[in-house]
């Protein structure tokens, strides 16, 4: 079935340093893919996306690539702030007819100090 | 425009009661839909509803029921609390729509079960 493996945290990186989050999946066909952001105490919100191979998705300094030679989508930013504290969460969606459920990975919690 | 409403925020239940979780939109989505969030497991779909008389079974289904009598309205019935029903819930709902991608989420409720 679908599923999403999504690098293990906790990461806790120093303002301004690099972040890549890393974000593998399987599913048959060509899912969309995006990534969500759980800010404390909050529900989750969409962070950015990608429908088809080669895509990239930005947001606020944010970027992922859809690499369908690798079924990979690796979150990164080039300079993280204190305010990019949250879990991250890599999902996909199958399109097809029907309810196009959203898998979710486990989660990355980012921790950035200042 | 209140997006995603979830009620109670917080709620302490003993072994074997009931209760109902309230989730109410007011986007006019067709699809919404029920997860919850535990430590190192991320999001599991409970249960979803592409329209108003039509819901399924997600990932996680037992010790739940749904209805969808109205688009606004999707309430989580649990039956009979256990403690492995502990976790914070999370209601969503997005447009079905052609090029619709973003799934909106309530703030959630936290459940304790003892």
């Known amino acids: 079935g679908d599923s999403v493996t999504q690098m293990e945290g906790p990461v806790t990186l120093s303002e301004e340093a690099f972040l890549t989050i890393n974000c593998t999946y399987t599913?048959?066909?060509?899912?969309?893919l995006f990534w969500y952001v759980q800010y404390p105490g909050e529900g989750l919100q969409l962070l950015l996306k990608?429908?088809?191979?080669?895509d990239k998705g930005s947001n606020k300094g944010f970027e992922a690539t859809y690499r369908k030679e690798t079924t990979s989508f690796h979150l990164e930013k080039g300079s993280v702030q204190v305010s990019d504290s949250a879990v991250y969460f890599c999902?996909?969606?199958?399109?097809?007819?029907?309810?196009?459920?959203?898998?979710f990975g486990t989660g990355t919690r980012l921790t950035v100090i200042p | 425009n209140a997006g995603v409403t979830q009620t109670p925020k917080f709620q302490v239940l003993k072994t074997g009661q009931s209760m109902t979780l309230q989730c109410a939109q007011d986007?006019?989505?067709?699809?919404m839909s029920w997860y919850r969030q535990d430590p190192g497991m991320g999001l599991r779909l409970i249960h979803y509803?592409?329209?108003?008389?039509?819901?399924d079974q997600g990932e996680v289904p037992n010790g739940y029921n749904v209805s969808r009598s109205t688009t606004e309205d999707f309430p989580l019935r649990l039956l009979s609390a256990a403690p492995s029903q502990t976790s914070v819930y999370f209601c969503?709902?997005?447009?079905?729509?052609?090029?619709?991608?973003?799934?909106?989420f309530g703030p959630g409720t936290r459940l304790t079960v003892t």
């Open positions: 969503a709902s997005r447009s079905t729509g052609a090029g619709a991608y973003e799934q909106y």
């Open positions: 599913a048959t066909g060509y899912p969309s």
């Open positions: 990608a429908t088809k191979a080669d």
């Open positions: 999902a996909l969606r199958r399109d097809k007819s029907g309810a196009n459920n959203l898998f």
């Open positions: 986007m006019n989505h067709e699809y």
């Open positions: 509803s592409v329209g108003a008389g039509i819901t």
